[in-house]
């Protein structure tokens, strides 16, 4: 049986913010746009802020929350108490589906526990400084591996221009 990719995806700005107020310090319409694609048909694993700051189950994709108090009361969401456990529940979502890649959405203190064993990170790095509340960790170069690499200009609806990156973790 092959393996789950596991990927985190995630917008960064310069200075390592990803939130502010229990949403995202800007709008970026084209990456949405990228999300939707790169997550569609595959299990996404968040935090209940995260879930919450979207409000609603993502479609056309399992949603996995974790939470370590409430269960989220919906028929589209699975809710696991700790990140071990959603990522066990997105491995047999994404077998039950024929998914290849579990995908990793936020926010920060699920980003943080998941570092370190996220197979991939397709990172939109925001080509601003901003002020937030919630953060990503660093990127280690010894770890990650930069590759294919995409610069993105701002679109009449999006607030900055961003970079788009795929690192892979190095093998030993």
Not at 85 to 112: F, W
């Amino acid at each position: 049986m092959a393996d789950i990719l596991k990927t985190i995806i995630v917008a960064v700005a310069r200075n390592g913010i990803i939130g502010r107020d229990g949403d995202m310090p800007w709008r970026l319409s084209s990456d949405l746009k990228r999300f939707k694609a790169l997550t569609l048909g595959k299990p996404v694993v968040m935090g209940r802020k995260t879930y919450n700051s979207i409000g609603k189950p993502l479609p056309g994709r399992p949603n996995v929350v974790i939470s370590r108090q409430a269960t989220i009361d919906h028929p589209d969401v699975q809710t696991a108490h700790s990140l071990s456990e959603a990522m066990t529940a997105a491995e047999k979502l994404a077998r039950e589906s024929g998914a290849d890649e579990i995908c990793i959405i936020g926010g920060g203190q699920v980003y943080a526990q998941a570092i370190g064993h996220a197979d991939r990170m397709c990172i939109t790095h925001v080509e601003a400084d901003l002020a937030g509340d919630a953060s990503f960790p660093a990127i280690d170069a010894d770890i990650w591996q930069a590759g294919e690499a995409i610069a993105v200009p701002a679109g009449e609806k999006d607030t900055y221009p961003t970079h788009f990156v795929v690192y892979e973790r190095r093998r030993a």
